[in-house]
């Protein structure tokens, strides 16, 4: 059984990456650029066989997010924040 790939990706801005990393200290732990460059190379390695969106999420539009529908703010909300924002975006 396979699954179909997601069409986004986590991105923020540099003055947001700190306060995300902060309240995710074993989730994302590069330095900003090394950040980057991850999300670069991601997207390189998959645009051969899908469209990869680099979705940017604010910091308080996640914590906005994580408020509105009742969720702690870790790793698995930013996800679903992401998705979202992903979402509200193709409309």
């Known amino acids: ?9 986590f991105f923020c801005t540099e ?3 700190p306060k995300f990393s902060a ?27 899908y469209t990869i969106v680099k979705t940017n999420v604010g910091f308080d ?3 906005a997010f994580c408020a509105k529908n009742g969720k702690e703010p870790n ?4 996800v679903s924040c ?10």
């Open 1 to 9: 059984m396979s699954v179909d790939p997601v069409p986004w990706i």
């Open 75 to 78: 790793y698995d909300s930013l």
């Open 15 to 17: 003055s947001d990456y």
């Open 23 to 49: 309240l995710l200290p074993n989730d994302l732990t590069a330095p900003y650029c090394d950040f980057v460059a991850r999300v670069d190379s991601r997207i390189e390695n998959m645009m051969e066989h």
């Open 82 to 91: 992401t998705f979202h924002t992903w979402g509200a975006n193709r409309k």
């Open 61 to 63: 539009e996640f914590l």
